[in-house]
């Protein structure tokens, strides 16, 4: 226990998370234990997004990348805890959310904690042990919910999907696609897929192409026309509205900024 040591505390407010989202980034030797104090939004860790709301706690382990999705609106409110000396990484198929719900005792603690560890002298042991307190009792709380085989069937059967929806994005799927290949209800697969990852199956798909599209735009010399068939848009009129609603400016227009970003 001795080797475990609290580093930072961050907290980032509405305005500064607006202007400076926390963008995909890994740390190569620290913990860090991200609360959501206020609002909800989408968050990735490692291969995966899911849905966080106000009293969730995201798992971020060492040399895991995570950040937030850079498609939503960034509004949410964090409290981070930085810890180095500390192993809590969840496997690649189980969910790194731990959720408290609204107004639980720790996210009232955080605001003096981070008030103690930036402005007051002579509490840095007392902040390492409210620390640590809080690092057992999330571990406590994922083993507890190991413990139940319902939920966390219904968490694997998400991340089989996601890998498939992965793999498959460019393709012409359904919903009705999706939930004859995994044997279940258009509606269960909805709501199962909603509630880990914030969006819908058909949601998600959009986004992985328009990803792969910025990608494919900025890297390669493509023509746009045929990027647009490799990631299974047959209209592209179709094409340049997503890509401006994802994105903001045309497909033409996002390729001609970087080109120019790269000429200088």
């Known amino acids: 226990m001795e080797k475990i040591q609290l580093t930072d505390i961050f907290f980032v407010d ?22 959501i104090f206020s609002e909800s939004g989408r968050y990735i860790v490692g291969n995966y997004e899911y849905a966080v709301t106000e009293g969730d706690f995201v798992i971020c382990g060492a040399n895991i990348p995570h950040g937030e999705d850079p498609f939503q609106n960034h509004h949410i409110q964090t409290y981070c805890l930085v ?4 192993t809590f990484a969840p496997a690649e198929n189980e969910r790194p959310i731990i959720s408290l719900g609204k107004d639980n005792a720790i996210g009232g603690l955080l ?4 008030d103690m560890f930036h402005k007051q002298t002579g509490y ?11 690092y057992f009792f999330l571990q406590r709380k994922f083993l507890e919910r190991a413990a139940n085989p319902k939920q966390l069937k219904r968490e694997r059967l998400v991340y089989k999907i996601l890998d498939y929806l992965n793999e498959h994005y460019a393709e012409n799927l359904s919903l009705d696609k999706i939930s004859e290949h995994f044997f279940i209800s258009k509606s269960n697969l909805s709501h199962y897929f909603k509630r880990e990852t914030g969006l819908s199956p058909i949601q998600y798909i959009m986004q992985r192409r328009i990803g792969e599209a910025q990608s494919l735009l900025v890297e390669t010399s493509q023509p746009i026309q045929e990027i647009e068939f490799r990631l299974g848009f047959n209209d592209s009129a179709h094409f340049s509205k997503m890509f401006k609603k994802y994105v903001g400016v045309t497909p033409n227009e996002y390729r001609k900024h970087f080109a120019g970003r790269r000429r200088r």
């Not at 810890?83 to 500390?86: D, E, L, P, T, V």
């Not at 605001?111 to 981070?114: A, D, N, V």
């Open 14 to 35: 509405r305005e500064y998370s607006n202007r400076h989202p926390h963008m995909l980034h890994r740390h190569a030797d620290l913990l860090e234990l991200l609360y």
């Open 83 to 86: 810890m180095s000396g500390a």
């Open 124 to 134: 840095s042991e007392v902040c390492r042990h409210l620390a640590l307190g809080i």
């Open 111 to 114: 605001p003096e904690l981070y």
